[in-house]
């Protein structure tokens, strides 16, 4: 028999009843099945949580411990994040995308030592006025580092809540998010809040991460199963509902190797923006002949060289297709601005640079044809 947890409808005694089942048995759960060791695990301090919550927003776990371990070695507090340049960041950032968290880190750090003398706001109301940290984020740290009574709904536990409690609706859309929040407040456990609430915290996102998942459930090994509808009514590969899918647009650009020696020109991109903040190639626009653009736009005079293998990028709302132009420079302007810089291959791959920028580099050392 399948017992749907509908708290809105029960008696106050019952629903605190089901309420310490569900906390309870996510708790023992998590300390039997739940993840232990990762790197930002077994610590209460907020400031390595934070840096590991912002790491992990739309980003893997895996994909985030190499970058994180690097992280906190270099910035092992607010005040060594806060006195390090912005590009110092986004260097130790580079690759792991969204790169505005790198910014907002670095700014929320900043605000810090100047309105909280240096210290970590202690509870998730003042934690979510910092620079790029949303609700869920709020309370996550305030839970694991504090032992704050906060819900979280990130996309995993958005998952484990609309599959449990049978929730249709784009869990992005405002009234569906709205009901997945008032059911993540309803379970939050009542009694000894403060001690069990960085297990059940841990234990919600554990079982969307490795049980509740997106593809392949493990519905079987769910200590949830019993009592979720989605199962019951199989509509679990159904649930939560997707967005609703516009097509990707597509986009079309050129990228400029300007060779001199063997130095190449990069230019700091302005933010905000794609990119902001990061060095990358010169670009031009499609339709206008690099001669021309170098000659009217950057007072270079070039020669072409080779035109390297085009490379596609996929942003979240369109796909870009990089061409890439090796170009040969015959009279090398000085300097003109902080945003521009020559150097060689092997210092440009330890700058903050974009991904295809990243690749494009790798494959001219890796061809041989500079």
């Not at 992990?56 to 060594?80: H, N, S, W």
């Not at 240096?118 to 006025?129: D, L, N, S, T, Y």
């Amino acid at each position: 028999m399948v017992v749907i947890l509908n708290i809105s409808n029960q008696e106050p005694d019952h629903r605190i009843s089901l309420m310490s089942t569900f906390v309870n048995t996510l708790i023992q759960w998590q300390k039997q099945y739940g993840r232990h060791s990762l790197p930002w695990q077994g610590t209460n301090d907020p400031y390595a949580i934070w840096v590991a919550e912002v790491m992990l927003q739309q980003t893997q776990v895996m994909t985030v411990i190499p970058y994180y371990q690097r992280f906190l070695e270099a910035f092992p507090d607010i005040e060594c994040l806060a006195k390090a340049s912005v590009d110092a960041v986004l260097t130790l950032w580079s690759g792991l995308g969204y790169y505005s968290r790198g910014r907002n880190l670095h700014k929320a750090a900043c605000l810090m030592m100047e309105h909280y003398h240096g210290r970590f706001p202690q509870h998730a109301a003042e934690i979510v006025r910092l620079p790029g940290i949303g609700r869920s984020t709020a309370a996550a740290i305030a839970a694991f580092a504090y032992g704050e009574r906060c819900a979280i709904l990130d996309g995993n536990v958005k998952r484990v809540f609309a599959r449990y409690f049978g929730i249709t609706g784009y869990p992005g859309e405002k009234k569906t998010e709205a009901l997945l929040w008032q059911k993540a407040e309803g379970l939050l456990p009542q009694v000894n809040a403060k001690q069990q609430m960085a297990t059940y915290t841990q234990a919600l996102m554990d079982l969307g991460a490795t049980v509740c998942t997106r593809h392949q459930p493990k519905c079987l090994s769910c200590p949830l199963q019993p009592d979720c509808i989605a199962f019951a009514e199989n509509r679990v590969a159904s649930l939560p509902t997707s967005k609703p899918r516009k097509p990707l647009t597509s986009k079309e650009t050129t990228f400029l190797i300007l060779r001199n020696q063997n130095e190449i020109l990069l230019e700091q991109r302005s933010s905000p923006g794609i990119w902001g903040g990061l060095w990358c190639l010169p670009e031009k626009p499609i339709d206008i002949n690099s001669q021309t653009y170098c000659r009217q736009f950057m007072g270079i005079d070039i020669l072409p060289i080779s035109n390297l293998s085009p490379l596609n990028h996929t942003f979240t709302h369109f796909k870009l297709r990089i061409d890439t132009q090796l170009l040969q420079v015959i009279n090398r302007p000085r300097k003109k601005t902080a945003s521009e810089v020559w150097l060689t291959i092997d210092k440009a791959l330890q700058l903050a640079i974009p991904v295809p920028v990243r690749k494009i580099l790798l494959e001219l050392t890796s061809s041989n044809s500079f």
